[in-house]
Structure formats: C-alpha cells, structure tokens
C-alpha cells in the first residue's frame, strides 16, 4: 500500500459500491477502493466501509503571491494572492511541474502543514490578501477543505480562485460555482489520445465542466502549457483556440505557458519564445481576443490593449502587472471604451516603498539568471512571529520594505522589467531566510539542490 497521510475524515461523493468496495464519485475515473486501500490520487480511500479523505487542511506551506502567477490577467491585475497547494492528484502527467507534490509516492511528508478553514482566513485577514487561490497540485482532490474554507472566506469578504485540470464530475462543479469567483482552467491539449496516454485522464469530462463554468458566468481564463513534441504543433494550437471560440467565447483569455523540462518529460528543452508566438499569432487568426504568454520576461508581450483605441491598459512584465491606462470603473482612460478588466485596482496594498539603497544586517543576494527570474523567499526556521524584510533590486534602484505577519513565512518575488538584474532581501532579526527558485508560475519549489547547481547565493552576516 501507498504511503498514508496521517488522519483523515468523511468524504463527500461517494457510494457503496459492495459489501467490499466503495466508489468515489468525485472525478471521472470513480475509483472502487476495497477497505484499506486508496484511490488513483492516493489522498482518498476506503475506511470500515466509507469513502475517507487524507488531506482535509494539509497543505504546502501558504504562500504569498501575485494574481498573475496563475494565469489570470484579467481581474485585479498585480494584486496579491495566498496560494494554498495540496498533496496528490487525480491525474498523473508524464511532464507535471508539480510532481514532488502531486504524486505522493514522492511526497517528502515534512513538507506538509496543517490548516483549518479559520486559519487560512485569518492568515489572508492578517497579511491584508484580498484572494485565495487553490492552486499547484489540483485542488479537486482537496474538494471538502476547498469548498469549507472559500465559503468561510466569501462570509469573510474575501474572493476566492480556483486553477485546475478540472478533471472532476459535475455535481461537484456545482458546488464550486456557489464558492469560487474566479476560475484559471488548464486545457491541456484537444487530442483525447494525448489526455489518455500522457495525463491518464480523459478529455470529453475537462471539455463539459469549462462549459459548465462558462455558463455560471464566473471569472474564467483558459491556460495551456505548451511542451515541445507533444502539444506545440499548429493543428494542436488551432484546435484549442477553434474549441474555445466555438464553446465559451472569443473573449475569453487564452495563456499559452512556456513548459520546463520537469519528472518523466526531461528529454526536450524549455519551450522556446518563437514556439509561444507562433502559438499565439495561430490563437489570434482563429478568432480569439486576449492571447498571453506565460513564463516569459519580456517588455510588451502580455500587455492588455483597449480593443477601441490601442492605447495600453494594464503594462506586464513576467509576473509584475501595473494598470496604467485604465479608470475605476475599469474603462480606458484614453477613449473612455470599457475594458475587459474587472476589478482594476483590487488587492495590491502590502509593500512600502523606501528611499536611499542601505540594507539591514543580514542579507541574502540573488542575481536573475535565463532559467531563474523568479523565486519563493521562505523563513526556515519556523513560523516565529512577525518580521520586517527589504527588499532591493539590483540595477532598478527601488527599495521596498515589506512585513510578514504571524502565519505567513513564504512570499514571491520576481524579476521586474529588463533593468532588475537581481535582489537583496535583508533583515536585521535573527531568523533565516531561504531562495527556493520558482521555473514556472504555479510551481512550488521544493528541493533546495537545484538551488545550490543554479543561484548565485551570497550570505552576508548568516
Ligand atoms: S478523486 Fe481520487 S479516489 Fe476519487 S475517483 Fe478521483 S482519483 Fe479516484
């Protein structure tokens, strides 16, 4: 049997199935664990007879991150968001950039935290986040936790986001939509040979629940990770973008993300720029509005355009976001056009901004590489009360300072704009401050060894 997290309560969507079986009805692959035994994501099983799930409220470390690292650009641009990654999946990608997490026969179990509804609530209330995102590992198979705390937080004026493969059935969709405001979907390809050999899911489920999403009428971007010799041919991205207009719309923001070679996919290289513009100029002939592309650090290729004028209405670099040419009831400053934004000036308070270029007694410096433009900063030794961080950019002169309040200790920062060669993060208590570098949006970062192969880490006074 497969390792077991610790603990565990009632399921919701299941039957008996016999007097040996149970039948979990939550995703489509409606496992029959006998007693004792799990299902195909490992984090719900069989127990005396009833449907058990093992991960309510374990989860990776809360992080503090942008709206943009999940491949939404069109609510709140820049505003701050706590990501909350669970453990296990109902799929099992042959490429997964989560794979140390999402496949918990890899798991190294002290990653894993305990939270309750309540504290997730509070640690949002607490740093002033505005939304919380359930997001790296697929949060279906985390369904109970997601459902309790997104409820708990909508009651506590929060606004909650959901990214997935959407592997799920309806039933449980329904009750989503009664709780999340804002949904990132992952398409991962339209060939139903590629989701059965490579995903070890089905298509035609993940195609029904977009539409029944869309038909909700909440917040919903589409994201395709493009991975060189298996999704990234011309008829792989015009039967995306033919599907997206013919069953949810033109408008409707299409991502195409840049792939990292990453578990049983490490023979190819990352996906190169030139691939995410071809697939991008194929998007837009077939019709769709608002392509982006993800992982990529380039000045003037993610910007949003007012569709009236031209003028730029939210600037992008990587993963910064500025609403530069738009008004508060979200409209073009320019031409007065309504844009497609909503929310534009929602979450972003948590930095302040310092003059003069003096760092504290301990610091940490980081310099931006081709692999690395981003990065999770994480206290290691303990989750022990607040603190107050600098935080100063190499080459750009600005210098911010931010606070980490009780119950938060992991944030992201990444590369601004072509002139940010690197980071100083300094500090003058006595805790410890760690890099973990981030290769693509929605990665948890794990393992510190890459960092060792990979950062130029300098330790000054630590
Ligand atoms: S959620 Fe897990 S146990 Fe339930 S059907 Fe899906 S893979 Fe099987």
């Known amino acids: 049997m497969k390792q077991r997290l610790s603990g565990s309560r009632l399921a919701r969507y299941w039957t008996p199935f016999n007097s040996e079986r149970v039948e979990c009805t939550l995703c489509p692959r409606h496992c029959r664990p006998k007693n004792n035994r799990d299902g195909y994501c490992g984090v719900r099983g069989a127990v005396d007879g009833a449907l058990h799930s093992f991960n309510y409220g374990k989860s990776l470390a809360a992080t503090e991150e942008v709206i943009e690292t999940e491949a939404i650009n069109h609510y709140s641009p820049g505003a701050r968001i706590l990501s909350m990654g669970n453990i296990g999946c109902m799929m099992s990608c042959s490429f997964?950039?989560?794979?140390?997490?999402?496949?918990?026969?890899?798991?190294?179990?002290?990653?894993?935290?305990?939270?309750?509804?309540?504290?997730?609530?509070?640690?949002?209330?607490?740093?002033?986040?505005?939304?919380?995102?359930?997001?790296?590992?697929?949060?279906?198979?985390?369904?109970?936790?997601?459902?309790?705390?997104?409820?708990?937080?909508?009651?506590?004026?929060?606004?909650?986001?959901?990214?997935?493969?959407?592997?799920?059935?309806?039933?449980?969709?329904?009750?989503?939509?009664d709780c999340i405001d804002i949904f990132s979907l992952s398409l991962k390809s339209m060939n139903p040979v590629f989701y059965q050999k490579i995903t070890k899911a089905r298509l035609a489920p993940v195609l029904e629940r977009i539409k029944q999403v869309h038909q909700s009428r909440r917040h919903l971007e589409i994201s395709q990770l493009v991975i060189p010799e298996l999704n990234d041919a011309d008829e792989d991205i015009k039967a995306t973008a033919e599907w997206v207009v013919k069953n949810i719309g033109s408008e409707v923001p299409l991502h195409f993300v840049a792939f990292h070679p990453a578990y049983k996919y490490t023979h190819v290289e990352r996906t190169s720029i030139d691939t995410l513009l071809r697939a991008r100029k194929v998007a837009k002939q077939m019709g769709i509005r608002y392509v982006y592309l993800g992982n990529t650090y380039r000045m003037d290729l993610n910007d949003t355009l007012c569709q009236s004028c031209g003028a730029t209405l939210v600037r992008r670099y990587g993963l910064a976001a500025e609403t530069v040419g738009l008004n508060?009831?979200?409209?073009?400053?320019?031409?007065?056009?309504?844009?497609?934004?909503?929310?534009p000036w929602g979450g972003r308070q948590g930095s302040t901004i310092l003059g003069g270029h003096k760092d504290l007694q301990r610091s940490i410096r980081f310099l931006w590489n081709a692999e690395v433009q981003s990065a999770h900063v994480m206290r290691t030794d303990g989750n022990a009360g607040d603190d107050k961080l600098r935080i100063r950019r190499i080459g750009s002169h600005s210098v911010t300072e931010r606070e980490m309040q009780h119950g938060l200790d992991r944030f992201i920062v990444s590369r601004q704009g072509s002139e940010d060669k690197g980071i100083v993060i300094s500090w003058d208590s006595d805790k410890q401050y760690q890099f973990f570098p981030v290769l693509d949006r929605a990665h948890f970062p794990v393992s510190s060894e890459n960092q060792e192969r990979i950062i130029p880490i300098k330790r000054v006074g630590t």
């Open 96 to 177: 997964c950039q989560n794979w140390e997490t999402s496949q918990i026969k890899h798991l190294d179990q002290q990653l894993v935290r305990d939270y309750s509804p309540q504290q997730v609530v509070d640690i949002c209330l607490e740093n002033r986040i505005e939304i919380i995102s359930w997001t790296y590992n697929d949060p279906v198979v985390w369904h109970e936790f997601v459902v309790d705390t997104s409820r708990l937080a909508q009651e506590n004026g929060l606004k909650t986001l959901y990214k997935s493969a959407f592997y799920i059935e309806e039933e449980p969709v329904n009750e989503l939509i």
């Open 328 to 343: 508060e009831a979200s409209r073009c400053t320019g031409c007065g056009e309504m844009s497609p934004i909503t929310n």
